[in-house]
């Protein structure tokens, strides 16, 4: 199946609150399809004739080795999708290379998370998403579980002050999660009930000495998600950061946030090589991976067409999703003339107001 079509048998499949819940953005989702319009204005200038005959699109990053260049975003509640998940989501991305990024959010807790990624692959990059807590000693107890689950890096959102007004979930009036489905890893912690979104506490006064108060509780390296500005690309680096992924949070959060991938180059610019960067919101083709590889990004991260391939088929949905996007990556990236990620650049990208 296309990514389309999974999405369509997800539509089919899924109670249309808990669809509209992950389709959804905030307020009128202008954010949300400025990530998918964006892509639509940048087109690749192929090189030729330079020998692509075998192709090794690896990558090394802070937590992972050797991984597929398409990652698992972070995303909540993969149980709302499938019964199986977390714990598909995780046997599929391990299997396929990519890394998965669990967390706060999942409705596994994280052992098990690990445990499903290991009976798939024998060392597979499982990371932990955090959002800084009010509370000191329950962002220390989520690092320990993450840690002591075997993750390899840690990601803190950087975007959330407050959780997004999101107009569905408001008009649908959603906001319990259904019973037997809840934030398992903010199970037992101080302050933090499972099963509401609304109880789930944000922490509006956070500073960048909070994250770099996490970074220092951990020597795992910990990436910062949710960062557009430039200037905070390179705040990050100062105060820790081992990686910064460029994300709008799926046009989630703030309505009016310009698209993720029209902010990458001045970040990648901004961090000058001190660390990756990972580009998140909006990759739907092959084609996109490589726009955001040439425009400096070492990595993508994809949400909602993985939750959309687990709702379809579960494992095996998910795993359709990134061998789709990784086989169409790498048949570009041939198209291009490149052996490895490194040989699309810059100056193969060509940015239009309507490239197609
Ligand atoms: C502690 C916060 O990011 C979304 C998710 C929500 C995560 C809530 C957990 O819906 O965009």
Known sequence: MTLGELHDAARAALDPVHYDYVAGGAGEERALAANGRAFDRYALL???LRGAARR??????PGARRAAPVMVAPTAFHRLLHPDGERATARAAAAEGAVLVTGVAATTAVPAVVAAAREAAPDPAVWFLLYPHPRREVTEALVRRAEEAGCSA?????????????????????????????????????????????????????????????????????WIKGVLHP?????????????????????????????SVDCLPA?????????????????RRGGDVAVALALGAAAVGVGRPVLWGL??????????????LLDEYDHTLAL?????????SADMVVRGDAAW
């Not at 970040?267 to 990759?283: F, H, M, T, Y």
């Open 311 to 324: 709702a379809a088929k579960g494992a095996a949905g998910v795993r359709e999703v990134l061998r789709t």
């Open 267 to 283: 970040v990648v610019d901004a961090v000058a090589g001190a660390v990756p960067v990972v580009l998140d919101g909006g990759v």
């Open 56 to 61: 090794d699109t690896a990558v090394d990053l």
């Open 154 to 222: 840690l990601v803190v959102t950087a975007d959330s002050p407050r959780f997004g007004r999101r107009t569905r979930d408001l008009r649908n009036g959603f906001d319990d999660l259904p019973p037997g489905c809840a934030a398992e890893n903010m199970r037992d912690l101080p302050g933090a009930p499972p099963g509401a979104l609304t109880d789930i506490p944000m922490h509006p006064a956070a500073s960048w000495r909070d994250f770099a108060e996490t970074v220092g509780m951990t020597s795992l390296p910990v």
């Open 46 to 48: 192929p090189r030729v």
């Open 336 to 344: 291009c003339g490149g052996r490895r990620n490194a040989d699309l």
């Open 231 to 259: 200037a905070d690309a390179r705040l990050a680096v100062e105060h820790g950061a081992a990686g910064v992924i460029v994300s709008n949070h799926g046009g989630r959060q703030c309505d009016t946030a310009a698209a």
